[in-house]
């Protein structure tokens, strides 16, 4: 099977080919991204308006670009089997150009069209790269979302916790604003808190003993900006506040993901089952090791997707896509006249959460 993917959630306008074949090896043909970062950068964050308008100016010089570099690997647009795009959750403006646009290559094609949860992207991003078998247990950390999920097959996720207030991604974002760190605040704390001493500032430890898997981070938030105010007052005051930030983010995810662990090993017993950390955040290389560690000392096998599949992109979208319309084709039990896909009425949607389809379909165990 071979898929289009196409993305345009936030301010990243996206597009994809990646191929599964009949030995269930991906490959990722071409995946091609525009950062709309800059255009942002000025307001210290995503400006909607001008982000719908950015993925209408790019999609189609994209899109060639992705159809281009997958023809030079001996892929033509005539080998695509279907087209996926990001439906939703996320910035409605730009959700809609990157659908209608998926449609309209659906539709001049003949291909079936399925939209994609932009979560179940990031959930299944791991898959694209690695051969992680259901279940596993994954923590999903973005820009909006913060949540610990039990993957048990494709469209079969319950979540174990999510966040009350703030995403971690977002804590980041906001807190480097905070400190004049411009945007993305993400890197740019991380490259400040190299500079700095995480022990120096004591930060409030939210939800600390509860016995869910919850996160909180709107605490830590206030927190900073009082620091900020009243005691940061040289390079080297506020890289040390970066570096306790960071410190004190990571070790919230560190506490909230070993429960789920537990959760996780007294459900399935089993070795080393898979830990796998999706998601912006998880470019963050402090919060990289010390997940990683925790893994190791809980007995299960860290696995993160290489970089450029953390933070948004369309590959992951083009695999969700592929793999929902296989286990949809199966399920029916294909014939060739009976739609398994969304089609063109599939719908744009603000908010989805990603445990919603649970009911759906059946998940697929390999
Ligand atoms: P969602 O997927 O929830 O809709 P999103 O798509 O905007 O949100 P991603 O693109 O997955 O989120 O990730 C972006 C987030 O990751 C931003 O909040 C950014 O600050 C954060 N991020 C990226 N790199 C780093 C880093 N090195 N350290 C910390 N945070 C980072
Ligand atoms: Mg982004
Ligand atoms: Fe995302």
Redesign the pocket.
Known sequence: LCVLGVES????TAVAVVRRGDDGAVEVLSSVIHSQVVKHAVYGGVVPEIAARSHVETIDDLARLALAEAAEKGVGVDAIDAVAATAG??LIGGVMVGLSFAKGFALSRGLPLIGVN??EG?ALSVRLTHDVPFPFLLLLV????CQLLHVRGVGDYERLGTTIDD????A??KI?KTLGLGY????A??AEAAKGDAARFTLPRALLGRKDCDFSYSGLKTAAAKIAMEQVKTPQDRADLCASVQAAIARQLVERSARAMRAFKAEHGGDSPAFVVA???A???T?RSELSALAQKEGFEFVAPPLAY???NAAMIALAGLERFALMRAAADYDGDKQVHDGLSALARPRWPLDERRALSAPIHK
């Open positions: 959630s936030c301010d990243e959750p996320g932009h979560l990031h973005s820009g909006g979302h995403a971690a991604g977002e980041f974002d480097a993305p605040g993400g890197p704390l991380e998601g912006g955040v470019a963050n290389k919060v953390c933070t948004d």
